[in-house]
């Protein structure tokens, strides 16, 4: 059974900063793509930002120069950067793991920006 676990959410004040940490026991040479989603209360849930397995990444318009992702191959772990955080940004944010057969999902990490 893959394992995804997300950690690293919290609360913080507008302008600050939270790193989100996800690491998978998935194995590294199935994995295709880590993806960060995040989902505030009576919205949908949206891609925030994905780093593939050659590494490129993408972000959605509404973080980008402001959340960077990276990868710690190595430990099978995965990075969300965020700064200069906003009371928008505040939601759920869930880890997930993009393998050649299916797709996995942990059970999310708090993220709550007070203005």
């Known amino acids: 059974q893959v394992q995804v676990v997300e950690s690293g959410g919290g609360l913080v004040g507008a302008g600050g900063s939270l790193r989100l940490s996800c690491t998978t026991s998935?194995?590294?040479?199935?994995?295709?793509?880590i993806g960060w989603h995040r989902q505030a209360p009576g919205k949908e849930r949206e891609l925030v930002a994905r780093i593939t397995s050659g590494g490129i990444t993408n972000y959605a318009d509404s973080v980008k120069g402001r959340f960077t992702i990276s990868r710690d191959s190595a430990k099978n772990t995965v990075y969300l950067q965020m700064h200069s955080l906003k009371p928008e940004d505040t939601a759920v944010y869930y880890c997930n793991v993009l393998t050649l057969w299916r797709d996995y999902w942990g059970q999310g990490t708090q993220v709550t920006v007070s203005s």
């Open positions: 998935a194995s590294s040479f199935s994995i295709t793509g």
